[in-house]
């Protein structure tokens, strides 16, 4: 079993910035995509971010242009950088990762609040 563990959440006033951290407990070159999730009070889980076969793109329009993911292969982690967050940005973040064929693994989430 692949275990994901994010970690960086937290508190944070609006026009603010945290990073995510995402850790796999194993070589992230077995996995075709990583991801981030998020999901706010009363709203569906919407991806964010992704990186697969290494290009990484930002899925919600929202985000755009203050969202970016990263990895570092080395380290077996997923980033995800936010800048200039704003109080809609408030909900927990998953980290997801995607092993085609076998199974997709997500991490426990991680508490995303932004202040106003």
């Known amino acids: 079993q692949v275990q994901l563990v994010e970690s960086g959440g937290g508190l944070v006033q609006a026009g603010g910035s945290l990073r995510l951290s995402c850790t796999a407990s194993?070589?992230?070159?077995?996995?075709?995509?990583m991801g981030w999730y998020r999901q706010a009070p009363g709203k569906q889980r919407e991806l964010v971010a992704r990186?697969?076969?290494?290009?990484?793109?930002t899925s919600a329009d929202s985000v755009k242009g203050r969202f970016a993911i990263s990895v570092d292969n080395a380290k077996n982690t997923v980033y995800l950088q936010m800048n200039s967050m704003k109080p809609e940005d408030t909900a927990v973040y998953y980290c997801s990762a995607l092993e085609s064929g076998v199974a997709e693994y997500w991490g426990q989430g991680t508490q995303v609040t932004v202040s106003s």
């Open positions: 990186i697969t076969s290494g290009v990484p793109t």
């Open positions: 194993a070589s992230i070159f077995r996995f075709n995509a």
